[in-house]
Structure formats: structure tokens, C-alpha cells
């Protein structure tokens, strides 16, 4: 993703936002997971460094709780402009065609992710009838990240699109 054109400040900073303090929590959530899969992960080493067997089910845990990792992670860094953006050429063009680039960009990642959830509508039901070998879980709660976090992700990416155009509309006084 291009970085967002260039925003006038408009007088004082404003209070954050509900859609900031929702993908603040992701992030924490986020952080939460990543601990739950280093520990999950330590606990596994540890007992088999010792001649342990170990706990059945244990390995599956982070594999699975991975892809939500990845997807909340996306979406609390597509909120806060974070992902890495490769706009050398982008930026060698006036800042309207730069608004245009973006805006054009964050349709295209809309489209994608929402093409993500229309396949998804198949994935999930199917994955439903599947379990895991260790843990015997439904494969429906890990491919369900997908779709949630792909909506999580097309949120950002709708109010990057209204802020590029709006700072594009905006007339000088």
C-alpha cells in the first residue's frame, strides 16, 4: 500500500476514535496470541529436552493460531499506516495523482479481501467437517480468520479512501 497522501492539520488534535480504540485492542490482542504461541512453543521444547513426550495437542496450537495472528495483525497495521510501502515512483508525482494512486490501491486491496470472504463462504462450512488430529477442534475457528479478518481489514482500507478523496476535495480559502 501506498503511504496516505498529505493531510492538512486542522487546528488541535482530536480524541481518538471508537475505530482506534477497536484496532488498539486488536493489536493487544494480537500481542496476547503471540504470547499464547511462545509459550505454547517453549512448553513443547522444554518437555521434549528433558526425554518428556509431549502434550498431545500442543504443536497444533500455534499453527492454528497463526493465521489469526497474521489477519488481526494486518488489520490493526492497515489502521495505523504501518505496512511497509515501496512509493519511491508514487512519489514523484503531484500529490493529486498521489491521492489518486492511493485511492485506486486501497480499491484494489478492497476488492481482493472482499473476493478473500466470498471464498470463504465455501472454505469455512467445509473446513467444519474437518477436525485437527491432536486437538480435535473443528477446522472452522481457524479458517474463520480469513474472513474476519479480511473485513477487519477493508474497514481501514474505506476510511483511507474517504480521507484521500476528502483531502482532495477540499477547496483553498
Do not use: C
Not at 16 to 32: F, I, R, V
Not at 108 to 118: C, D, E, S, V
Amino acid at each position: 500500500m501506498a503511504s496516505p497522501p498529505e493531510q492538512e492539520s486542522e487546528g488541535a488534535p482530536s480524541a481518538p476514535s471508537l475505530g482506534t480504540h477497536l484496532y488498539n485492542a486488536l493489536a493487544h490482542l494480537g500481542g496476547g496470541v503471540l504470547a499464547i504461541m511462545t509459550l505454547a512453543v517453549f512448553v513443547q521444547v522444554v518437555l521434549r529436552y528433558l526425554g518428556l513426550v509431549g502434550i498431545d495437542g500442543l504443536e497444533e496450537v500455534p499453527r492454528y493460531l497463526f493465521v489469526w495472528l497474521v489477519m488481526l495483525g494486518a488489520a490493526a497495521a492497515m489502521w495505523r499506516h504501518e505496512h511497509t510501502a515501496l512509493d519511491y515512483f508514487v512519489n514523484l508525482f503531484r500529490p493529486e495523482v498521489r491521492a489518486a494512486i492511493f485511492v485506486l490501491t486501497n480499491a484494489l486491496g478492497i476488492a481482493f479481501f472482499a473476493y478473500m470472504i466470498w471464498l470463504s463462504f465455501t472454505l469455512v462450512p467445509n473446513a467444519a467437517l474437518q477436525t485437527s488430529a491432536g486437538l480435535g477442534l473443528t477446522l472452522d475457528y481457524v479458517f474463520m480468520a480469513m474472513p474476519v479478518g479480511s473485513a477487519l481489514i477493508i474497514v481501514p482500507m474505506l476510511r483511507n479512501i474517504y480521507h484521500a478523496l476528502r483531502g482532495s476535495w477540499r477547496k483553498s480559502s
